[in-house]
């Protein structure tokens, strides 16, 4: 049995064989094969039942807490790059019905695959139990994701801590350096964070976002270890 079906067995909830096998048909495999279903319209309806249930969590569970740092938190887990992870530590890959192509590029690992296809098998659960299993089931597995994202602390986005921190600094707006290797199917990017003369980075990442998300970790941790230096001087010399 899937580590998929497992977890579902364990929260009391049986999913249809052939609703499951929906959830995890990518359209490359459909072309291939005739054009059947796709797992497509799964996935629209699993997207949107994830957010509700997540934002109602974070909205619950975090109740001194402004909307900006609940968006933040929203954003940190309900992503390709964390819904992937969860994906990944359920096997789903091995689930997928993919192409040859899509196969033998990679496909079963792809972020963007394993996370769209996690979304099906969340909406395959609401189109058949409702919203009440839904969430028991992303209960289960984004939770402990919520938890993590509450530790973050600046690097739930390191963007937009960087530029809090550069304003407070008055070294203006950074702005970002990116570039890009590697085939259309395995794309590498680097990016650097920009401020002034200064760079800092690099960043690295399997998208542009993530890139740069890495690079702004690195120049926030540098000016915040340059803003202690300061006032750790400045304050000897007083």
Do not use: C
Not at 14 to 31: C, E, F, G, I, K
Request: hydrophobic letters at 45%; zero cysteines; a negative charge.
């Amino acid at each position: 049995m899937s580590q998929v079906l497992a977890v579902l067995n364990q929260l009391g909830i049986d999913l249809d064989p052939q609703l499951y096998r929906l959830a995890v048909t990518h359209r490359s495999w459909a072309y291939e094969n005739g054009g059947v279903p796709t797992n497509e319209r799964l996935e629209f309806l699993g997207d949107a039942v994830l957010g509700v249930v997540v934002t109602e969590h974070l909205y619950v569970s975090f109740p001194h807490e402004p909307e900006g740092i609940l968006a933040k938190l929203r954003a940190a887990v309900v992503n390709a790059q964390s819904l992937a992870m969860v994906a990944r530590s359920l096997g789903l890959g091995r689930e997928l019905l993919l192409g040859r192509g899509e196969a033998t590029t990679g496909g079963r690992d792809k972020a963007s695959i394993l996370a769209d296809t996690l979304e099906a098998v969340i909406g395959a659960v609401f189109l058949q139990h409702g919203i009440g299993a839904a969430g028991q089931f992303v209960h289960a597995l984004f939770d402990p994701v919520v938890e993590d994202a509450a530790t973050l602390g600046a690097g739930l986005d390191w963007k937009t801590s960087l530029q809090e921190l550069s304003a407070t600094l008055s070294k203006g707006v950074p702005s970002y350096l990116v570039s890009e290797s590697g085939p259309d199917h395995d794309k590498r990017f680097e990016a650097y964070a920009v401020l002034g003369e200064e760079r800092y980075g690099p960043g690295r990442g399997l998208n542009k976002k993530q890139a740069e998300q890495e690079a702004a970790a690195s120049a926030f941790n540098s000016l915040s270890d340059a803003k202690q230096t300061a006032a750790i001087v400045g304050g000897v010399g007083a």
